[in-house]
């Protein structure tokens, strides 16, 4: 099952917050981070497992509630650079990665 | 660190044609996947490769699609015959450990069938 990402777009001014939230019908072995900028291939951002702890990277960090099967990307004093499409990708114990609907992010001066 | 190879990178064909795309993984990356993502949606994943084994293919349409990992490295899918509908970027992608570091994606192949 498709995760389901919320909310599908976000507009920010520079410098405003954002938290986008994924959440799996499945109980989950861990969910990955990625953005996608128009043309390209997706980037990693960060990957939080069970029992792990809240990550971070930069300005950017997240969390993976286990008993929700939600995590939530949070994007604080966002940039221009923050902008564009956000994926979680959900693993259960089948190992395959199952990514989410997307949230469109765009970031305006 | 070198990143992962796709080739070609555009490709415009026919309906009924067949059509092959090409993928070099990072070095030493052991798992090796194919995503197909259509316009607006997310990666939805095709096959997955543990070096040179299918570990997932339960996605892919076998009547038209197949793909081969020789040697455990280099990776090739193929179409035969496409239709309207495989009209999408095709991403291939490497990692270690169960993607424990993430996933490395290409740049992937625009396929456009008319």
């Known amino acids: 099952q498709q995760p389901v990402q919320s909310p599908q777009a976000v507009i920010l001014r520079e410098g405003e917050d954002a938290v986008i939230n994924c959440s799996s019908s499945k109980a989950l072995y861990s969910v990955h981070w990625y953005r996608q900028k128009h043309g390209e291939a997706p980037v990693f951002l960060m990957i939080?497992?069970?029992?792990?702890e809240q990550k971070g990277h930069e300005k950017i960090s997240a969390s993976f509630n286990e008993k929700k099967q939600q995590s939530s990307l949070y994007l604080t004093a966002s940039q221009l650079s923050y902008s564009g499409t956000y994926f979680c990708?959900?693993?259960?114990?089948?190992?395959?990665?199952?990514f989410g609907t997307g949230t469109r992010l765009q970031v305006f001066p | 660190e070198a990143g992962v190879a796709q080739s070609p990178r555009y490709k415009i064909i026919e309906k009924r044609q067949s059509v092959a795309f090409w993928c070099n993984p990072i070095s030493g990356h052991a798992t090796l996947y194919w995503y197909q993502q259509i316009l607006g949606q997310g990666p939805k994943l095709l096959i997955q490769?543990?070096?040179?084994?299918?570990?997932?293919d339960s996605q892919l349409p076998k009547d038209r699609f197949s793909a081969e990992r020789l040697k455990g490295v280099d990776s090739t899918l193929k179409i035969q015959p496409a239709k309207l509908e495989d009209s999408a970027v095709y991403l291939c992608?490497?990692?270690?450990?169960?993607?424990?570091?993430?996933?490395?994606f290409g740049s992937g192949t625009r396929l456009t069938v008319v």
């Open positions: 939080l497992l069970k029992g792990g």
């Open positions: 490769f543990q070096n040179n084994g299918v570990v997932d």
């Open positions: 992608a490497s990692s270690l450990d169960r993607g424990l570091g993430g996933y490395t």
């Open positions: 990708g959900t693993e259960d114990t089948t190992d395959k990665l199952i």
